[in-house]
């Protein structure tokens, strides 16, 4: 398989990742390109399961490290909240804008490890590979993930 | 002990593991004997596929629907290309000058294989020469260089600045022209037999593992020629201490300021603007 090739099967979905764990467009595609910048610069090699866990942990990790992402977040949220009028499509748009922000704050109130599976699980990530993306046994994958998705899903109707 | 028995329900772990169909074979056959005959059980894996799908659905309601453009893998492969040059670009007039002269001809040719300037047993180049034994011969990778998938859509390359050549895993760099301070260096060099050829006022400098061709003067026209046998398996190209390029067994990783384009079986190299 050809770099490029895993450039292709790979990005699409690392991207909706870092969006998601994001929450900033321009700050997920930034991590990602920064990440296959680095899987370049760094000359990594391995089979693709390999490199494509080797990419989602470096997003993960560079989202992780940019505390600005948070604020940029905050600033976008308190800029877009404001909405003069509600004609139909306004009101559609504002609902829908209230549903992204619920979801982000119930994502974000998730400790590290729970929004990583939740994410990853979403991206098709087998348990096995879960559970060495966050350091736990793949036997217990499955009640963390199941966890997770109540704390999520708790954290969702709650707000 | 049945499997409808309290005791032998299956863990919420296992049941969270077969819904999302991951849990070993055997232990399914198992846990899906066990769901026939309790309805706990089976209720708690509808209540645990639902919030999956709850959650799903919660999720990709983040996705957003503006710009789908940015989601394009072939756009994102060139943004992360030019990306990548402008991160290693660091301009400097220093290096402007490397492309631009040329004077008269008179070239010096210096051998500095093992049989040259290595027998000397004072010669730098004996340490660097020495304890390297044969490796596994290149094979120029058509696949898997990140360089594979940028030729065609590089901008053509006009004055060339360095070509290399790759032939029978050997290869040989070609420097068109060296301004005044300007110097070039092969580093990381781990096999015997290279050799180098340069104009008249063209300083070499050797050391364990490199080699540096430094301008004293204003260089001669033309090029200087290096030539990398097939045992080398790793080497560094600085030019003007940036590296430009570097040659490992998985391929030639060209580095920035440098583009790439192959004609004819010749990789030429030159310097980003």
Redesign the interface.
Known sequence: M???EI??DV??AL??YA??MA?D?DAA?DA??EA??RL??R?V?GEPERLRGWLFTTVTNLLRDRARVAANRSRLLATRTPMPETPPEAADRME?QE??RR??E??DALDARDRTL??L??EGF??RELAREVGVQP????????RA??R??DQ?TEK | MTMNDRSTHPSEGSLQALADGELEPDRAVDVQRHLRGCEDCARHLDQLRALGDEVTAALESLDGREDPERWMPDRAWETIRVRRLDLRAHPRAQAARWWQHGAAAAIVVLLLGTGAAAALPWSPLRTWLSGHGTAEVLAPSSDTSPTEASPGSLPQPDPVGLTVDLRDGEMDLEVEALAEDGWIEIGRVDAAGVSAQAPMGTAFHSGPGRLRLVATGQPDQGPIRITLPRAVRRTVLRIDGQVAAVWTPAGLVLHEPVQADSVGGVLRLRRHP
């Open positions: 050809t770099f490029r450039f292709h990005y699409p991207v909706r969006r998601r929450g467009p595609e990602v390109q296959f910048v370049l610069d000359d090699h829908r549903r992204i979801v982000r119930a994502l939740l994410l699980r979403e087998s348990y036997g217990s994958v499955g009640t963390l993930l199941a998705r109540r999520f899903r969702l």
